[in-house]
């Protein structure tokens, strides 16, 4: 029996088993994809999750495969700049933002997991279907995500669901809950590779949803010059009816549902019709989150990261956040002799720091500054009508 369960394999499970690793703890990922697989966009890591990250010894490693960001720039829908503001390093942090593809970050705490913690503590295709607390340990049923069987359950002393915003395990201690809560915002997102544009290394935001927004920054740098652009555009889509209602890592997007939207976007620093035109890739999702819980830990379960508080990726926050909640677990577990106490600790401390930034980035997290662009923009440039809202309801899309 090990030590501790983790119930999912993506950043939260992963960063929490290598942390546990770190304080002593042993542990086995169970994961119900059949294959790991390197699953949607860019992703940026903010110099508090960086410090946990280097604290992991991993720095050195994302650094490589990602493009330190120096500053962060707001522009109003005509492109003109609102505000630019130094980021990490270039704003005198110890710890680098870093702008990464999402599966080179995943890839780096895969490997690291294998390597220290060997192949075998990360078993794919195990389905979580539910939890029971027994004396002293907990039991985990599983089922085979291939063949629909059920697989022989496993026990453990703890057990952590980090199975994402729509966690088996959360529904279970909360059944009457519903689906999460949709901010009546759909989202874009796609690569393109391109040459540079501003300095090579600025994450952007355009423009405000109700008339087109779009964050852009770059992930990778190639031999030649050019760079691999990640970018989000998010419109205002009251009903995301024949859209991707549920929040899917890979689902497949097209880029005619909304290019239109951003037709006239052709900055003197960028053409962002040509920026979506070229893409790669184009995935969708509907913004999401949930309300914060009154309690996460149930006997020796707990939830971590988007099991316990998906926020709408306003402030770059999600990952960085389950990074923060695998630093404070395995620290509250090592400390505790009672691990249920551990458990509690946990919860005390990251419950109320992760609701108030649910909340935060439910009034718009940084977007609050292209609120007021917005606001003086109009007296001087009318909203064209195309753009008041999105132009096609989803039925017609
Ligand atoms: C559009 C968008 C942009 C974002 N940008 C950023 C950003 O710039 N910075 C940032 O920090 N965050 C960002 N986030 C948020 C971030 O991606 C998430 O918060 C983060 O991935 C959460 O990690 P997780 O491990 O908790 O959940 P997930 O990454 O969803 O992983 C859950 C894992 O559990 C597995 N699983 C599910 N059910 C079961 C089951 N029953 N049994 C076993 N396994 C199961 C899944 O297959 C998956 O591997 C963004 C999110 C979105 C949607």
């Known amino acids: 029996m090990s030590d501790v369960i983790i119930i999912g394999g993506g950043i939260g499970g992963l960063s929490l088993a290598l942390s546990l690793e770190k304080a002593g703890i042993g542990s086995t990922i169970y994961e119900a994809t059949p294959v790991i697989q390197q699953v949607g966009v860019g992703i940026n890591v903010l110099p508090y999750a960086m410090r946990v990250l280097a604290g ?4 050195k490693e994302l650094e490589k495969r990602a493009i330190t960001t120096r500053s962060s720039a707001y522009f109003d829908r005509c492109g003109r700049p609102l505000h630019q503001m130094p980021v990490g390093h270039f704003a005198g942090e110890i710890w680098p933002q870093l702008s990464i593809h999402r599966a080179e970050l995943q890839t780096v705490l ?4 294998r390597e220290r913690l060997g192949p075998n503590r990360i078993r794919t295709g195990w389905e979580c279907t539910g939890v029971s607390s027994e004396q002293d340990e907990v039991c985990v049923s599983f089922r085979d995500r291939r063949t629909g069987q059920k697989l022989e ?30 901010s009546g915002v759909f989202m874009w997102r796609g690569v393109t590779r391109r040459s ?22 770059p992930i990778r740098d190639y031999d030649d010059g050019t760079q691999l652009i990640n970018w989000v555009a998010e419109v205002e889509v009251p009903d995301p009816g024949s859209f991707c209602s549920k929040r899917d890592w890979n689902c497949p997007g097209d880029a005619k549902d909304f290019v239109e939207v951003f037709a006239d976007w052709r900055f003197d620093w960028l053409d962002v019709p040509e920026l979506i035109s070229n893409a790669q890739t ?5 913004m999401m989150d949930r309300d914060p819980l009154p309690r996460w830990s149930f006997d020796r379960v707990t939830l971590l990261g988007d099991a316990a508080h998906p926020l709408v990726p306003l402030g770059s926050n999600g990952a960085g956040q389950a990074i923060l909640d695998a630093e404070v677990l395995s620290r509250e577990l090592a400390a505790c002799r009672d691990p249920a106490d551990g458990l509690a600790r946990y919860e005390s401390i990251r419950l109320p720091a992760t609701a108030e930034i649910v909340m935060s980035d439910r009034a718009g997290g940084p977007d609050v500054i292209l609120q007021e662009g917005e606001e003086r923009l109009r007296l001087l440039v009318p909203v064209p009508a195309h753009r008041s809202a999105f132009p096609r309801s989803a039925e017609a899309a």
């Open 56 to 59: 992991l010894g991993l720095e």
């Open 110 to 113: 895969l490997d690291a997991v």
């Open 153 to 182: 359950p496993q026990r453990a002393g703890i057990v952590v669901a980090c199975d994402g915003i729509h966690s088996k395990v959360r529904r279970q201690f909360y059944p009457n809950e519903g689906p999460p809560r949709y």
């Open 196 to 217: 540079k544009f501003l300095d090579g290394a600025t994450m952007v935001r355009v423009g405000l949803p109700a008339v087109g927004k779009m964050v852009i920054y």
């Open 282 to 286: 184009i995935l969708q999702f509907p």
